[in-house]
């Protein structure tokens, strides 16, 4: 009887975790000073729809918000359960001190999966540390709470 119960109960779980509607996006971006800066950026959908008109803006700026280099990638679709991350998402900046302060800004857009548009802007200051990591959640939505 008690591993019907568990059996149940995994069904369960696994069912909100691959059946019900829901978006579940994350930015993972990699900071570090090798002999330059270098940003280092993966995408994430967790959740259990795809994704459409995926954006993606990461600015490298210094204290004052003067834009030093950027990157971007825009994707049509990107499936649920899935990753992405490459050369794309890499960008090296050159030829500025490590010894200063600098910002960070991640904006990324996209269409859930019932067709409305999400966004998230974060802002991290780096450079008191040679290395560092952020994951940045955007907000979640499961149907039927949403």
Do not use: C
């Not at 280092?40 to 700026?61: A, C, K, P, V, Y």
């Amino acid at each position: 009887a008690g591993a019907v119960v568990l059996l149940l109960l995994t069904m369960a779980v696994s069912g909100w975790y691959w059946v019900l509607p829901r978006d579940a996006v994350t930015v993972e971006t990699h900071y570090m000073q090798r002999g330059g800066h270098l940003m280092m950026t993966e995408l994430h959908n967790d959740g259990s729809r795809s994704i459409t008109d995926f954006r993606i803006d990461i600015e490298f700026q210094n204290e004052e918000g003067e834009r030093l280099d950027a990157m971007s990638l825009e994707l049509r679709e990107m499936e649920a359960h899935s990753s992405i991350s490459g050369d794309e998402l890499e960008m090296m900046v050159i030829g500025h001190t490590v010894w200063d302060t600098y910002n960070i800004v991640i904006d990324v857009e996209y269409r859930d999966y019932s067709g409305e548009l999400r966004q998230l802007e974060v802002t991290h200051e780096v450079g008191y540390w040679s290395q560092e990591i952020f994951i940045d959640k955007a907000e979640r939505h499961t149907w039927p709470f949403n």
